[in-house]
């Protein structure tokens, strides 16, 4: 049995890796986090620290080789720089970094691969996120040159839209809200905007393919299904799946900003990637969409709505 270190682990995408990876039983688990929301599951032993902290770090992280290190929560370069600096000289099997499909420049030539230019600078265009997709690009950049310098096999992953159980963003929860309430969702009109989408599960699973599978070592691979996915498509599957009828209400995108309704997509740009290039890699087949819209409803509907 091997030691798997996972960064992160409590939150969404994380915490489902750290369940499956701790049902399977293949590895002894080990996560660290700051232990904000404790885990308290059978096989996993929980490290309480700050990632910045490096002397806290290389007092608590314990001296194992790593058959692999999965890092949810490196955002930005000095997190992978510190999280080195405190592993040392320990054995890591493979390093396997969380990006975002975020790091691309925007583009209109669809659907964006992995080989499509990257951003180069902060975007300010984006308020609050400015800063996200730059500073990624800089931790993944960080992350090839400490795996370089180690001789670590490295994997990048670079999901699309999550969606799925523990989703903390206010993305798929805002509109079951509205389902189970019954009231019409807003929808932009003329719906221009394309997206695709990646469930939590297929997120979770890739990550542990990668941990275990050479195929994945020097690898940078996008994290998307096939489907194009717009607000008007993302109402009938919501119809689907929680079996109401929700006829949309059609507003314009600038009655939408001026009324300050916080749709939880762009209104008019496209979010269009590809994610042939993991699936040809490992046969890997994507969750469709409604099926994987269905087990968030179900879970959203037991757990999520008393959150």
Known sequence: MGNLLVIGGSYFAGRVFVEKASAEGEHAVFVLN??????????????????????????????????????FCAYTPTDVQLLFA???KAGIGRYVFISTSSVYAPSLNLPVGEGHALVSAPQPELGPAAEYGFQKRLAEKAAFAQCGQNSVPLTVLRPTIIYGRYNYAPRESWFFDLALREEMPVVPDPPLALFTFVSVEDVARAAALCAGDSRADGAVFNLAGPELVSYTRYVEVLEEVTGKTLPAWPMPPEEIDA???????????????????????????????????????????????NR
Not at 43 to 70: F, H, M, N, Q, Y
Request: glycine letters at 10%.
């Open 34 to 71: 700051r232990g904000n929301r404790p885990l308290n599951l059978p096989g996993v032993t929980e490290i309480r620290c700050d990632r910045r902290d490096l002397a806290g770090l290389k007092k608590t992280l314990p001296s194992l080789p790593w058959t692999a290190v999965v890092d």
């Open 86 to 88: 405190a592993l040392g």
């Open 259 to 305: 009324r300050r309704i916080p749709l939880p997509f762009p209104l008019n740009q496209h979010l269009v990637y590809s994610g042939d290039l993991f699936s040809k890699t490992f046969g890997f087949i994507y969750t469709p969409f409604s099926e994987g819209m269905r087990a968030a409803w179900d879970w959203w509907l037991e757990h999520g709505h």
